[in-house]
Nanobody
Framework: VQLQASGGGLVQAGGSLRLSCGAS????????MGWFRQAPGKEREFAAG????????LYADSVKGRVTISRDNARNTVYLQMNSLKSEDTAVYYC?????????????????WGQGTLVTVSS
């Protein structure tokens, strides 16, 4: 599976962005998917995850209520809708494909990673 993330950019605090992650390969629909982020000087952290059919989702406390993860298996794409953005959301955002069909939060449970897309939130 190859992953290509897009949709990052510069946005003012309080604004919104939608990240997309397109996948190649026939196993996209059987894998859980996730978004991670890495802020400058910090470790990569889990942001959101979704099960293979989209029935289950999970969010980090830091983004809960402001972020929605979704997927379109017909388009081999996973999305991250981010609203009410804060300066602390500034990070490189990575999409990842899990080894399993469910929602997982550990980076070790993800097998394939996209190249990352930069989100910068100005205050």
């Amino acid at each position: 599976v190859q992953l290509q993330a897009s949709g990052g950019g510069l946005v003012q605090a309080g604004g919104s962005l939608r990240l997309s992650c397109g996948a190649s390969g026939r196993t996209f629909s059987i894998r859980g998917m996730g978004w991670f982020r890495q802020a400058p000087g910090k470790e990569r952290e889990f942001a959101a995850g979704i099960s293979r059919a989209g029935a289950s989702t999970l969010y980090a406390d830091s983004v809960k209520g402001r972020v929605t993860i979704s997927r379109d298996n017909a388009r081999n794409t996973v999305y991250l809708q981010m609203n009410s953005l804060k300066s602390e959301d500034t990070a490189v955002y990575y999409c990842a494909a899990a080894r399993v069909p469910g929602v997982v939060t550990s980076a070790d449970d993800y097998e394939y990673w996209g190249q990352g897309t930069l989100v910068t939130v100005s205050s």
